[in-house]
């Protein structure tokens, strides 16, 4: 007891002379630059799913819940002393954390949809996409008022809370979506407007007069998700070079960690807490990475630097080896299973993009790897290969689809976020809002620049590269059905001469490289350093073998490349609600309850894209042989195997 109340009031210490810092921060030095949102277009089998997303929920989520996207809420409908709570349309049986969310609940779910459909259609160039997004950025603009406030609240309300609000976090869904039509048209009246409604939070909210974060101590969700406001914070600097926006989100992070929180995983003194274990709400987990990383480039503080480390390594602890980090929808101090835990589809986004910004930053191609891991697995695995819809929770070992974890039956909730639907709006819609905006995000950062005449490709993907090199025009089109298939194709069109290098990363998994090209590798990345013809190309092929992973279970998985492969089982699907169109919920029932063993000699092969293996049926002890496909591509299906 004396060594915890000793740490405490270090950490008291700590926060105290952080505040001190904040107006004279030291920004760290960052590894990349990020490049605008829309250098990097989908090509191949990413731009159809996206084409097919579009034309699925993410382009139609507007008609499939109707109410909800289309509440004036940052308008005519905002919010005041009397508003009542909305029916949102969800279950609320088992939810014990009050209804004042119910408020604000709408802003997040349009505008984290308006975010990854604006994103979307820019990136296709979708014609009919674009119309809709052009009005929906007029009609913000025309919402905003002289002091440049855009969102929910109405005079009497704004910036006066005492209690659950969800005002910053409002905003920071809404401004990441302005930011990136932004980035890729260059409206000036938009970058004005943000301008304005970031100055007028940094002047209603001022640095070491004011507690953006103190609301009471009671549950405090969307205060907890307003720390997410430092994704605007830190694109703004990203912009400008402008610090004043960082030493603003270091002001926000340690206002956070010193004032209550009902989601405080991020807080200082719990992540120095060396016998804390995660626990809080997995979103609010990984979200709150971000806000750490910014927060410690900002201020190049050491005790911040290892805060980082301590984070980073609790959240490995929690995810499986697919990227599937515990979300179901509280992490409660458990390791990751393939079985027993579940994860969101909001926490997966939101770590993949956690991992993306500290990819940035710090350059590290192992969280690059993660990235893609979550990506072309977890994330791909939690889709449902036939229909435009998601799982809201999903396991690795995903036994039935029915509602329930594997069949578990969770005391006084019913559970129903073990399905697939368009929507989720028995639960929350907000799984669908950021299954639209997970592929834009991935895409952004597969390449940034290191220097002025450095390119690194970071994230491995069909993909084509618009960008200039001290003022000349470079565009890279990356030819690959990677991860299915590992050798890329690099056509490069270098009209004006430009002079510069390519690093590309080499994944771990990559026994050697086959390429005509001279290399050399240094921190994991190939770099091809020579000069570019006006029409150029580079082949690149990583080998590699099969691989037995295993977890922290000591249980078993294939994979072959970026990929993890699992045995599918046979299922019925059962349709639900009906929503738009011919939009509903799926369940699934499996055929056989079979169960394989591992078994070390496996004898596994690999062919036609699928992984062949010897296993041993528990229900009839015999070795027996199956087939094992791409992680991805499954609904039911057996993942991991124990010995």
């Known amino acids: 007891m004396e060594n915890i109340t000793k740490n405490k009031n270090w950490i008291t210490v700590l926060i ?9 921060a030291q920004h760290q030095h960052e590894k990349y630059q990020l490049l605008p949102f829309g250098s990097v277009k989908p090509t191949g089998w990413i731009k159809t799913q996206m084409q097919k997303d579009v034309a699925g929920f993410v382009g139609n989520l507007d008609r499939i819940v109707p109410d909800l996207i289309n509440d004036p809420i940052y308008s005519s409908a905002r919010l005041h002393k009397n508003s009542a709570v909305k029916d949102l349309g969800n279950n609320k049986e088992g939810d014990t954390e009050g209804s004042e969310q119910y408020k604000w609940w709408n802003s997040e779910t349009q505008s984290n949809w308006w975010d990854g459909y604006i994103r979307n259609v820019l990136l296709l160039n979708d014609k009919e996409g674009l119309k809709k997004v052009d009005k929906h950025i007029q009609e913000v603009l025309q919402s905003q008022d002289e002091d440049g406030y855009i969102g929910i609240y109405d005079q009497e309300l704004r910036y006066k809370f005492n209690s659950e609000n969800g005002e910053l976090w409002s905003k920071a869904t809404m401004y990441r979506g302005l930011l990136a039509y932004y980035e890729f048209t260059k409206d000036v009246s938009v970058w004005n407007a943000l301008l304005k409604a970031v100055d007028d939070v940094i002047t209603n909210y001022p640095i070491g007069t004011s507690s953006p974060y103190f609301s009471g101590n009671q549950f405090n969700g969307g205060v907890s998700h307003g720390l997410t406001f430092t994704d605007v914070l830190d694109k703004m600097y990203q912009i400008t070079g402008d610090t004043k926006y960082t030493d603003y989100a270091l002001f926000l992070f340690l206002d956070f960690s010193k004032t209550y929180q009902s989601e405080k995983d991020v807080q ?13 709400h997995g979103v609010h987990t990984y979200e709150h990475l971000r806000p750490l990383i910014v927060a410690a480039y900002a201020s190049n503080n050491i005790e911040l630097q290892k805060a980082l480390q301590i984070y980073i390594q609790r959240i490995e602890k929690a995810t499986t080896l697919t990227g599937g980090a515990i979300g179901d929808e509280w992490i409660a101090e458990r390791n990751a299973d393939a079985t027993t835990t579940g994860y969101e589809y909001c926490s997966l986004h939101e770590l993949l993009d956690s991992y993306s910004v500290l990819l940035q930053k710090q350059g590290d191609p192992k969280t690059a790897e993660a990235i893609e891991t979550i990506f072309y697995n977890a994330a791909q695995g939690s889709r449902n290969p036939n229909h435009s819809v998601i799982a809201y929770l999903k396991t690795d070992n995903s036994y039935e689809m029915e509602g329930t974890k594997n069949g578990e039956v969770e005391p006084n909730r019913k559970q129903t976020r073990y399905k697939y639907s368009p929507a989720h709006q028995d639960a929350a819609v907000c799984c669908n809002p950021n299954a639209g905006r997970i592929t834009p995000y991935f895409l952004e950062k597969a390449w940034m620049k ?9 994230l491995l993907m069909p993909n084509v590269l618009e960008t200039k090199i001290q003022n000349q025009s470079v565009k890279i089109e990356t030819i690959t059905e990677y991860p299915y298939q590992n050798k890329l194709v ?25 390429t005509k090209e001279n290399y050399t590798i240094e921190n994991g990345l190939v770099i091809i350093d ?9 082949q690149i092929e990583f080998e590699t073998d099969i691989q037995v992973k295993e977890d922290a279970n000591k249980e078993k998985y294939f994979s072959y490349g970026a990929l993890f ?3 599918p089982i046979e299922s019925v699907e059962l349709k639900g609600k009906s929503y738009f169109a011919n939009f509903s919920d799926l369940t699934y029932k499996p055929k056989n309850k079979i ?6 000699d496996n004898q596994a092969k690999l062919n036609n894209g699928q992984i062949t293996i010897k296993a041993k049926n528990t229900t009839t002890n015999q070795i027996e042989n199956i087939t094992l496909i791409p992680f991805g591509k499954t609904i039911l299906r057996q993942l991991s195997f124990k010995k």
Do not use: C, H
Request: charged letters at 25%; zero cysteines; aromatic letters at 14%.
């Open 16 to 24: 105290v002379g952080l505040f001190t810092l904040v107006l004279n």
């Open 268 to 280: 200082l003194p719990n992540i120095f807490n060396p016998t804390y274990k995660l626990q809080s």
């Open 450 to 458: 290191e220097e002025e005449n450095v390119l690194v490709n970071m």
């Open 490 to 514: 690099f056509k490069i069109s270098n009209p004006e001469n430009a002079i510069f290098k390519i690093k590309i990363r080499k994944p771990s998994w990559a026994k050697a490289i086959a």
């Open 530 to 538: 020579r000069k570019f013809a006006k029409e150029d190309q580079i």
């Open 565 to 567: 492969y699992a045995k």
């Open 595 to 600: 169960r394989y063993q591992f078994i070390n």
